[in-house]
């Protein structure tokens, strides 16, 4: 079946389709993104994208938000054809877009950034009080206790979401795309924001729902729809697809992520003694007395909700944040009062959540992201050696099987489960004898997260190191990991080996279990 057969309209359901592309096609030079791509909306219903990163969606999704153009094909708008000069013209017909990197100004308040560009004025200028009283009607809609005047760089990176969640909805348009917009939410925020989708699509709003939670999307979706390598692959409605069906036709094939490796467990490297760790506010505590041990070569999986404070223990362990009690050993030694960079010397190295902000530095290449924590093993004095270097970064794009044309590549040219390879890659150049990974697969696709999970198993059996990551997805504890540790409210609530089931690991979380 062609993916024009897939496809046409009239073999589709009969409601009404109010944005369409017909052959769609993006080269970006000799590279094709996006082969005669055909796809619909429908009115009032959810249609999801799946697919691997650099599968095309992205492209698709700009296009359709009039960000780029296509190479050829068209785009149909209430089946009339339309070309879309920029974001703005795309918006003025009602369709907005939220991006998966979060586009918002950090040092604007909330108020500011979901009115940026489009202000509400009046003869005497901006109406802020206006803004803020829409605002605040916003952040109730979403459940969020959210001052608007609070700076955005002050929110943590669900409560951002968040923002740029009211942003789409405060424009009212009739087709909002959304791109990856839980990757940084809670359980509890994912309900209201599903709850929202479903009060717009009652109200005729066009979702476009990007997601690499598979079972999260299907809760939501009429339609889904699957891209692989620029290609429609396939097409149908919600009644006829389960996972199995995504996967198949996403990655060709049934997926796993891995099984805990055979590794010879060592002595302890890592040894967190009743570690305690102040929440912002300094009322209480997000890592309440915790002691955790990792040895050498064991792969030990931290699964909690947001808020269960498992980014504030692995910041902690590496150097990022204070604690108020407690003690870090590395090896046996404490290293509770070195600096970061001490930290990674001394072999301890943490893969942050955010890989856009904290994990990369966007206008270097790769090759010098890669190389940019393992200076010291190529310099000389005060000069560095090209030929160590280029070694270094050579190595660890082979190692990590990160797809670029070279290391003088530009960072952002990569897809996020590139980048993230990146960032792992960046560290495991240093040599570290313990490695910490917060959410190492955010915003990643099922072969991409297949490819970084079995990189750590082949390290950790190969090399001896240890493996601390977290996760909020409970298909990624039951991988590569030889233990589950579950967080909740700041302690440890429940401790199991790799046979544990998804509904026991969800229970000892305080989750609900979605049948």
């Not at 009404?16 to 996006?34: I, N, T």
């Not at 809760?219 to 409605?237: C, K, N, Q, S, Y």
């Not at 997926?255 to 002595?267: I, Q, V, W, Y």
Request: with cysteine; net charge negative.
């Amino acid at each position: 079946m062609t993916a024009h057969q897939t496809i046409n309209p009239e073999t589709l359901t009969t409601d009404e389709v109010v944005m369409s592309a017909r052959d769609v096609a993006k080269f970006y030079g000799p590279l094709q993104a996006l082969k005669g791509v055909n796809f619909d909306i429908h009115r009032g219903q959810v249609t999801t994208l799946f697919g691997e990163n650099g599968a095309g969606k992205s492209t698709l999704m700009k296009i359709l938000s009039g960000i780029i153009s296509p190479t050829s094909g068209e785009i149909l708008l209430d089946g009339a054809p339309v070309r879309f000069n920029g974001a703005n013209h795309a918006l003025a017909h009602g369709i907005s877009i939220i991006h998966q990197e979060l586009a918002l100004a950090g040092n604007l308040n909330v108020r500011d950034n979901i009115f940026m560009g489009r202000e509400i004025r009046t003869a005497t200028g901006v109406d802020f009080a206006e803004e803020e009283r829409i605002t605040r009607l916003l952040m109730e809609e979403l459940e969020e206790d959210i001052d608007p005047l609070t700076p955005v760089e002050e929110l943590r990176l669900g409560q951002q979401q968040i923002v740029e969640i009211a942003r789409a909805l405060q424009a009212k348009s009739r087709i909002l795309i959304m791109d990856e917009p839980t990757s940084a939410l809670s359980a509890s925020e994912v309900e209201v924001l599903f709850k929202v989708i479903n009060d717009l699509t009652a109200k005729g709003v066009s979702i476009v729902y990007i997601s690499h939670h598979l079972e999260e999307a299907l809760e939501i979706t009429d339609h889904a729809v699957v891209l692989r390598d620029g290609e429609m692959t396939a097409w149908a409605p919600r009644s006829q697809i389960d996972i199995e069906w995504i996967v198949r036709n996403m990655v060709g094939e049934n997926f796993d992520l891995g099984s805990p490796p055979n590794s010879e467990m060592g002595a302890s490297a890592l040894t967190i003694e009743d570690l305690c760790v102040p929440d912002t506010s300094g009322n209480g505590l997000v890592v309440d007395h915790m002691n955790l041990n990792v040895r050498s070569g064991e792969i030990v999986c931290i699964y909690g909700l947001m808020g269960a404070g498992r980014t504030e223990m692995m910041e902690c362990a590496a150097g990022r944040l204070r604690a108020q009690n407690g003690k870090v050993k590395l090896l046996d030694q404490d290293v509770s009062h070195l600096s970061i960079a001490d930290r990674i010397s001394a072999g301890l190295v943490l893969v942050p959540e955010d890989r856009q902000r904290d994990g990369l530095v966007q206008t270097m290449t790769v090759g010098h992201n890669l190389s940019l924590s393992s200076i010291a093993a190529f310099t000389r004095g005060l000069f560095t050696s090209r030929k160590d270097e280029r070694k270094v970064i050579e190595d660890s794009i082979r190692e990590v099987t990160v797809k670029t044309e070279s290391g003088a590549t530009m960072i952002g040219a990569l897809s996020g489960g590139n980048q993230q390879k990146v960032v792992i890659g960046k560290m495991l150049a240093t040599q570290p004898d313990v490695i910490l990974l917060d959410e190492p697969s955010r915003g990643i696709d099922i072969g991409a997260k297949a490819e970084v999970f079995k990189l750590l198993a082949r390290t950790a059996e190969e090399r001896g190191l240890a493996v601390l990551y977290s996760t909020s997805e409970v298909g990624e504890c039951l991988s590569i990991a030889h233990r589950i540790i579950v967080m909740n409210r700041g302690r440890i609530t429940a401790e199991f080996d790799h046979t544990a089931t998804k509904e026991q690991i969800m229970a000892a979380s305080g989750e609900a279990v979605h049948h």
